[in-house]
């Protein structure tokens, strides 16, 4: 469990291509204090496995399906990726509950720099459309992001304060680039239980409660 808080923003230093997947090696400082073999860390809103440690980089190996299904299937020795270790018992949660499991890839609409902060527009694919509402989260590339406004169909926008744009990796996103999303997970929840408009569960919950 993360908290969508970014802790470092990290280098790809080597890929690695494996039988079923790829293995990656990140550079990083801050993030590798305490950090062990086994330990989850979210690499660009995906939670991945340590599975070596070195002075100044860590290794996680990724399988076909997760590369497929995130970004981290185009990232290449240079890219500056979003670095958060897992949530210790404890810890303030000062972002939302995040699992590190995306839910799919949106896509980059326009980034728009104003007084003080950056608006960014960006696609929610249908499965993360279904569990964002204004003012709610979104997880994009790792970082938990209350979203500013639903403005059309399957298209978000959130706003980026100067400190969280100084960062993470955001000053390297383009109009185009294809971001990790990860819908709320209370959201998500609710969903599941409510069933889609229609379904004979959702109508029955609906009833019951009033709805």
Same mark, same amino acid.
């Given at each position: 469990m993360f908290t969508g808080l970014i802790e470092e923003v990290g280098t790809i230093?080597?890929?690695?291509?494996?039988?079923?997947?790829? *293995?990656?090696?990140?550079?990083?400082? *801050?993030?590798?204090?305490?950090?062990?073999?086994?330990?989850?860390?979210?690499?660009?809103?995906?939670?991945?496995?340590?599975?070596?440690?070195?002075?100044?980089?860590?290794?996680?190996?990724?399988v076909a399906t997760t590369l497929q299904r995130t970004t981290l299937g185009s990232v290449t020795a240079g890219t500056k990726v979003n670095l958060e270790r897992a949530?210790?018992?404890?810890? *303030?949660?000062?972002?939302?509950?995040?699992?590190?499991?995306?839910?799919?890839v949106g896509e980059i609409r326009s980034i728009q720099p104003r007084a003080g902060?950056?608006?960014?527009?960006?696609?929610?694919?249908?499965i993360v459309a279904q569990v964002t509402v204004?003012?709610?989260?979104?997880?994009?590339?790792?970082?938990?992001?209350?979203?500013?406004e639903l403005k059309d169909a399957g298209v978000c926008q959130v706003s980026i304060i100067p400190h969280t744009w100084q960062?993470?990796?955001?000053?390297?996103? *383009?109009?185009?680039a294809a971001v990790n999303?990860?819908?709320?997970?209370?959201?998500?929840?609710v969903r599941s239980l409510l069933g889609a408009p229609g379904d004979d569960a959702a109508e029955h919950l609906r009833h019951h409660w009033g709805y």
């Amino acid at each position: 469990m993360f908290t969508g808080l970014i802790e470092e923003v990290g280098t790809i230093v080597e890929v690695e291509g494996l039988d079923d997947g790829r *293995r990656f090696r990140v550079g990083a400082g *801050r993030t590798l204090v305490d950090l062990a073999l086994g330990d989850s860390i979210a690499v660009d809103g995906v939670c991945l496995t340590i599975t070596a440690r070195h002075a100044d980089a860590f290794d996680v190996q990724s399988v076909a399906t997760t590369l497929q299904r995130t970004t981290l299937g185009s990232v290449t020795a240079g890219t500056k990726v979003n670095l958060e270790r897992a949530l210790a018992i404890g810890d *303030r949660l000062g972002g939302h509950l995040v699992q590190g499991h995306v839910d799919g890839v949106g896509e980059i609409r326009s980034i728009q720099p104003r007084a003080g902060h950056v608006l960014i527009d960006f696609t929610l694919p249908p499965i993360v459309a279904q569990v964002t509402v204004p003012h709610g989260s979104v997880t994009l590339n790792g970082i938990s992001l209350t979203v500013n406004e639903l403005k059309d169909a399957g298209v978000c926008q959130v706003s980026i304060i100067p400190h969280t744009w100084q960062v993470t990796n955001l000053p390297d996103l *383009r109009v185009g680039a294809a971001v990790n999303l990860e819908g709320d997970l209370i959201g998500k929840y609710v969903r599941s239980l409510l069933g889609a408009p229609g379904d004979d569960a959702a109508e029955h919950l609906r009833h019951h409660w009033g709805y």
